[in-house]
């Protein structure tokens, strides 16, 4: 597995002129860099370490082969690749992942790099699954993502700059619907589907974060990316933001193009992720997926567990395996007498599924007992995710019969970290005993 020492970033630029600040900053956050100064450096890096992206110099005169010699360098694992500088806006689209004129702040760059890095990890993902679901007789078609215009919600007071973006967004094809107030937003959001929202940083602050607060507890809202468009420097902890659940944060002096196309990238993303989803959901017709939730079964996911732990150690990736046990209380027991607990797994395996990132494995192991794997994510982060899940079923309210009080659901949860040299069931029953003892 990576180590905390170990770079997992690759810089490739003649000087540290432009990129250096950056550098620094990603080293601060635990996306360790490195950097090489030419083309063959950059090829034995990526020889000797498992590194995660790349991040090149616009400027560099070997732009424009470097791409290409870097994926091949980087073999099975598919590298992400940034290009930034005042050239960047020429090289958008084509060999890179994402292009920036000017280095952004190092939060947003971790955030996009993540973002990036999982996406690669999403195909990786999905051939794995391709694999397990053959062995079980059937077939797992990725589909093509929706291609109708991407929908993008716009919410905030009307404003120049915001104007701007929202016409450079429907001059780049998007469908844009614009909200002035978070009650509107709400209305739209609960109405029609959306790939993206951007919400416009009023001086407060305070409309936009109520509108991210409101999708993060919301499991149809979830995955939907987040754009904060700033009005001004300075306004707020940038680590913040992203922390509060914002894909992206555009600063008041980004060109409304950049910010536009930095919106479109996370929109068509959502739709790729969202078409993987449909897949996995058609696979229920299959007969091999839990008949009431769409999960894997338990043998499925046993199956499918040994081969995403082999990959992660060859890839030497971690890989975070959960645990999630309806907890017991009085409530409950009544709900069992009356067969409500029943009714509602359904409804609560639709959450699991919806809340786990689209690389994850979700999986009912036995009637109230649930199970997650998740691919490149260490144990700490898998803890955060799993009780971030249970946090948002626990808001929900179920039909506990005629003139009874709605009862609400609460977990005991378990985390375990794919130790090397470990295997698939020994890493599934440390998850099992590491269940708390008390509820999230």
């Given at each position: 597995?990576?180590?905390?020492?170990?770079?997992?970033?690759?810089?490739?630029?003649?000087?540290?002129?432009?990129?250096?600040?950056?550098?620094?900053?990603?080293?601060?956050?635990?996306?360790?860099?490195?950097?090489?100064?030419?083309?063959?450096?950059?090829?034995?890096?990526?020889?000797?370490?498992?590194?995660?992206?790349?991040?090149?110099?616009?400027?560099?005169?070997?732009?424009?082969?470097?791409?290409?010699?870097?994926?091949?360098?980087?073999?099975?694992?598919?590298?992400?690749?940034?290009?930034?500088?005042?050239?960047?806006?020429?090289?958008?689209?084509?060999?890179?992942?994402?292009?920036?004129?000017?280095?952004?702040?190092?939060?947003?760059?971790?955030?996009?790099?993540?973002?990036?890095?999982?996406?690669?990890?999403?195909?990786?993902?999905?051939?794995?699954?391709?694999?397990?679901?053959?062995?079980?007789?059937?077939?797992?078609?990725?589909?093509?993502?929706?291609?109708?215009?991407?929908?993008?919600?716009?919410?905030?007071?009307?404003?120049?700059?915001?104007?701007?973006?929202?016409?450079?967004?429907?001059?780049?094809?998007?469908?844009?619907?614009?909200?002035?107030?978070?009650?509107?937003?709400?209305?739209?959001l609960h109405e029609s589907a959306f790939d993206a929202a951007v919400l416009w940083g009023a001086p407060d602050h305070a409309p936009a974060l109520s509108i991210a607060s409101?999708?993060?507890?919301?499991?149809?809202?979830?995955?939907?990316?987040?754009?904060?468009?700033?009005?001004?420097?300075?306004?707020?902890?940038?680590?913040?933001?992203?922390?509060?659940?914002?894909?992206?944060?555009?600063?008041?002096?980004?060109?409304?193009?950049?910010?536009?196309?930095?919106?479109?990238?996370?929109?068509?993303?959502?739709?790729?992720?969202?078409?993987?989803?449909?897949?996995?959901?058609?696979?229920?017709?299959?007969?091999?997926?839990?008949?009431?939730?769409?999960?894997?079964?338990?043998?499925?996911?046993?199956?499918?567990?040994?081969?995403?732990?082999?990959?992660?150690?060859?890839?030497?990736?971690?890989?975070?395996?959960?645990?999630?046990?309806?907890?017991?209380?009085?409530?409950?027991?009544?709900?069992?007498?009356?067969?409500?607990?029943?009714r509602a797994m359904p409804q609560i395996g639709a959450m699991v599924s919806r809340l786990v990132r689209v690389e994850d494995t979700a999986a009912r192991l036995a009637p109230?007992?649930?199970?997650?794997?998740?691919?490149?994510?260490?144990?700490?982060?898998?803890?955060?995710?799993?009780?971030?899940?249970?946090?948002?079923?626990?808001?929900?309210?179920?039909?506990?019969?005629?003139?009874?009080?709605?009862?609400?659901?609460?977990?005991?949860?378990?985390?375990?970290?794919?130790?090397?040299?470990?295997?698939?069931?020994?890493?599934?029953?440390?998850?099992?005993?590491?269940?708390?003892?008390?509820?999230v």
């Amino acid at each position: 597995m990576i180590s905390g020492l170990d770079p997992r970033v690759l810089v490739v630029a003649e000087t540290d002129e432009r990129i250096g600040a950056l550098c620094r900053g990603l080293d601060s956050l635990g996306w360790r860099t490195m950097t090489a100064r030419s083309g063959a450096g950059a090829v034995a890096a990526l020889s000797d370490f498992q590194l995660e992206a790349a991040i090149l110099d616009a400027e560099h005169p070997e732009i424009g082969a470097l791409p290409e010699a870097l994926r091949r360098a980087a073999g099975a694992r598919r590298l992400p690749v940034i290009a930034l500088g005042p050239r960047a806006a020429d090289l958008s689209g084509g060999p890179f992942d994402l292009t920036m004129t000017e280095p952004p702040h190092p939060a947003q760059a971790a955030l996009r790099i993540e973002q990036l890095v999982r996406a690669a990890i999403a195909e990786e993902e999905f051939r794995l699954r391709q694999q397990t679901f053959a062995l079980h007789g059937a077939t797992l078609d990725p589909g093509t993502p929706d291609p109708s215009p991407v929908r993008v919600l716009i919410a905030g007071a009307p404003d120049h700059r915001f104007i701007a973006l929202s016409n450079t967004l429907t001059a780049a094809g998007g469908e844009v619907v614009a909200a002035p107030t978070p009650y509107t937003a709400f209305d739209y959001l609960h109405e029609s589907a959306f790939d993206a929202a951007v919400l416009w940083g009023a001086p407060d602050h305070a409309p936009a974060l109520s509108i991210a607060s409101g999708m993060k507890r919301n499991t149809r809202l979830y995955h939907i990316p987040l754009a904060l468009y700033l009005r001004s420097e300075g306004e707020i902890n940038l680590s913040e933001l992203y922390n509060r659940g914002f894909s992206e944060v555009a600063a008041a002096d980004t060109p409304e193009p950049e910010a536009a196309a930095r919106v479109l990238d996370l929109a068509r993303t959502h739709r790729r992720h969202l078409a993987i989803r449909k897949a996995l959901e058609g696979a229920r017709g299959a007969g091999i997926m839990d008949p009431s939730t769409g999960l894997f079964t338990r043998h499925l996911f046993a199956s499918h567990l040994g081969r995403v732990a082999e990959a992660a150690s060859a890839r030497r990736r971690p890989l975070s395996v959960c645990v999630l046990r309806v907890a017991e209380s009085d409530t409950l027991s009544r709900a069992r007498q009356g067969g409500w607990l029943d009714r509602a797994m359904p409804q609560i395996g639709a959450m699991v599924s919806r809340l786990v990132r689209v690389e994850d494995t979700a999986a009912r192991l036995a009637p109230e007992v649930f199970a997650l794997a998740l691919p490149a994510t260490p144990g700490p982060a898998a803890r955060l995710a799993v009780e971030r899940i249970a946090a948002v079923i626990g808001c929900t309210a179920f039909d506990a019969g005629p003139d009874r009080t709605p009862f609400v659901v609460e977990f005991n949860v378990g985390v375990a970290e794919l130790m090397q040299g470990e295997g698939a069931a020994a890493v599934l029953e440390r998850a099992s005993a590491d269940m708390q003892v008390q509820p999230v």
